[in-house]
Every structure is written in C-alpha cells, then in structure tokens.
C-alpha cells in the first residue's frame, strides 16, 4: 500500500512538472546579456506591427515594429517608424503613445527625449525613419500582458497617427510584454 502511494504521488508530481513547463512561456530574445563590469543585465524583445495603410502618399507608414527592453530594473518601449517621403516632423518629449487595452484602460507614456527622423533615399523613393525611446513602468506592462492592447496613437508633433491592432498584433504586444516581465 506504501509503495502503490509513493509511485501514485510521483505520478502526480510528474504530471505537475509536465503541465508546468508547457504552460510556461517561450520568450526568444532579440538580446539577453549581463555587463561584465557593473552585473547589469538587459535583456530585449521585438515585433512587427501591420499597419493597413493605403499606399501611397507622403506621409504613409511604410513599416513599423515595436519593443520591450529591461536594463537593470527600468523597462522601456522602442518604437520604429518608416514613412513614405522625406518628413521633418520630430517625436518630441510631449508627445504621448497612447495604448488602448481590451479592458478599457488606456496605458500613456512619452518620449524620453525628441527625436528627429533620419531620411533615406531607397532606388525610388526616400523614406524618413523614427527611432523613438519611451519609458514604461512595470505596472503598466503587467496590464498589457493581461489584456490585449486593441488601440494605439502615436503623436508626431501636430500629426496623429491612430492605429487599431490585429489579433495576431495584440498577441505579440501581450507575449513581448509577458516576456520582458520574466
């Protein structure tokens, strides 16, 4: 009776651990190092985001993608721009991203400075190219891991740029925000 209880309950121990490892999440970092001289670990995740832009036009968001990064325990969001056309509107520190959650929150962050496009002349056209740095605190990714961001507006001076996200966006918003958390 003793022995059929010992291999019962490591069945059940066996069962959990199983459970518990393919419930876990699978975070594949664009990096994940530790400074050799301070022990500060940063870490960083990307993705795309669609944009269903018609094309053409100045101003046109040619590609898009955004990320998660943790140096240390500060968290930060990198979003990059490509528009169509040379434009000379900065991302400046007043500027809010404005992140729309399933639930109805709304999550507002901003820049950690202003940031001027580069232009780029391609074989046919010239694209200008935003690298913005916005902070976030850790409380505010836990929300978006949680519930899907369905909405987000992106200011550029006096131009706004609204965007509703897809299914597959808000699931890689929810596992980037969920991985940078771990």
Known sequence: MKKTTQILGLGILFLFATTLSLSAQKCKYDFNKTDRITGEQ???????????????GIGTIYRSSMGFNKVGESYHVNVELMFTGQLRERILKSDPLIIKLSNGETITIYPQADFT???????TSVFSQYDAKYDIDAASLQKIAESAPVFFRISL??????RELSKKDQKNFMNAARCILQ
């Open 157 to 162: 001076q006096d131009k706004v740029y609204d």
């Open 117 to 123: 496009p580069t232009a780029t002349a391609g074989p």
């Open 42 to 56: 940063s870490k960083g995740i990307g993705f795309k985001i669609e944009f269903k832009m018609a094309p053409g």
